[in-house]
């Protein structure tokens, strides 16, 4: 059985074009719309409908999609239904598209971070299974709030957290617990300047670029150390700059998360430093990211922007593509990206709902970044909002249990500074 997806957002990573444009990213053709036409002629997606504010957007993003996508790839239906109309623009707009689907259907959210929340609640009360961009939420008040309303309803909530699919992430991911206690982490990860003006709507405003970046080895860490070791304190400090002079009011260019951890067998502790940024020069690969990782008796280390691959071309220059993420170029006029793990990051998201219509509710896939097994990536990045916002004070994260989260658990330590 088929399933009907709602796409709420239609920036770049949806559809490949920004404010009417082709993109200049690494996601020209973007991501969600393309998998999604690609599982349509595979029979695992019915009715695929593209929902934003403003209407007026929608005939470039068609012809966009037939000039870039059903043009390159043979067989490829890149037909779809919008809302609002054309002519108009209405914020509300996902409420009617919502009405139009079964209860059961898929709703995926690629939206600024602060109206995720209110867009992935109305689709789980209409019963429909939700795939949220991350970071999921920005605070645990709100992680709490959407997963009560997921077991309520009976439907799945996820993020999409692509790395957990990256083969390589994956082997690090099941090496890692087998180098003894943790120890040390360090992780860097970076988008050109160029982005600002991608996220002028709501950058520095409606999110930070901790959630955007840092979100991704924040999660691998918590999904590699799950039942392992936990978070326990958390200070930022962040570097600013060009992006005040770029976009003209205060944010930051740089953030740095330092978490402390505990080991829950031994006790002992470990620290992690998370670094993102959207400051960096233009250079071979779109986005920086790397990672170091270091157990009590090895270690590993990651680059995943440079994996000994590069190509030089007259009209672009040196660069070092990454088609493990995305693979754009046809094979024999088809499209070949299926192995791809931005596509198998959505792919099983839907297999999974398909799952849950049949009453399969355990669906037993540790690499989906379920609601249930992301809330201390949310309470990380949140503790380090509240740290940079406080001057940079530490932030504790508090615990029922081993490992069970106080619902409020993000909190300043009792002390006057």
Not at 64 to 83: C, K, M
Not at 99 to 117: F, Q
Not at 119 to 140: D, F, I, S, Y
């Amino acid at each position: 059985m088929s399933t009907d997806v709602l796409i709420i957002g239609t920036g770049q990573y949806v559809t490949g074009v920004l404010h009417g444009v082709e993109t200049e990213s690494d996601k020209s053709l973007g991501v969600v719309a393309l998998v999604l036409f690609d599982l349509r002629r595979r029979g695992q997606i019915g009715r695929i409908i593209l929902c934003g504010r403003d209407g007026r957007r929608f005939p470039a993003i068609r012809t966009h999609f037939q000039t870039q996508i059903a043009a390159r790839y043979v067989g490829l239906d890149v037909s779809l239904e919008t809302w609002p109309a054309d002519d108009q623009y209405d914020a509300q707009a996902y409420h009617t598209a919502l009405e139009t689907l079964l209860p059961g259907s898929a709703v995926i959210i690629v939206t600024p971070d602060d109206i995720h929340v209110e867009l992935a609640e109305a689709a789980m009360r209409r019963g429909m299974h939700v795939l949220v961009a991350k970071p999921l939420v920005k605070t645990l008040t709100e992680h709490y709030r959407l997963l009560a309303i997921a077991q309520q309803q009976g439907v799945l909530l996820a993020t999409e957290m692509h790395k957990r699919f990256d083969p390589i992430y994956a082997d690090a991911r099941d090496r890692a617990p087998g180098f003894g206690d943790f120890s040390y982490f360090y992780s860097y990860m970076s988008q050109p300047r160029s982005q600002l003006e991608t996220f002028r709507q709501w950058a520095g405003q409606a999110s930070d670029i901790s959630y955007y970046l840092n979100s991704h080895h924040v999660d691998w860490l918590i999904w590699t150390l799950m039942g392992l070791a936990r978070p326990e304190c958390v200070t930022a400090n962040a570097a600013t700059g060009v992006a005040v002079a770029h976009l003209g009011y205060p944010m930051e260019d740089t953030i740095n998360l330092n978490v402390q951890w505990r080991n829950l067998a031994s006790g002992s502790l470990a620290m992690s430093l998370h670094t993102a940024s959207w400051i960096a020069p233009k250079s071979d690969v779109h986005s920086q990211q790397r990672f170091f990782y270091m157990g009590q008796q090895g270690e590993l280390q990651v680059d995943q922007a440079h994996r000994g691959y590069s190509v030089a071309e007259e009209s672009c220059g040196y660069v070092s593509p990454n088609p493990q993420f995305m693979k754009y170029l046809p094979s024999d006029n088809n499209f070949s990206g299926q192995n791809a793990y931005g596509y198998q990051s959505i792919e099983r998201f839907i297999e999974a709902t398909a799952r849950y219509r049949t009453g399969q509710t355990d669906i037993n896939d540790s690499a989906l970044a379920t609601a249930d097994n992301t809330l201390q990536c949310t309470a990380i990045l949140a503790a380090g909002r509240l740290s940079l916002d406080k001057g940079g004070l530490p932030v504790t994260i508090e615990y029922n249990s081993h490992t069970e989260l106080v619902p409020k658990s993000v909190r300043l330590p009792n002390f006057t500074p």
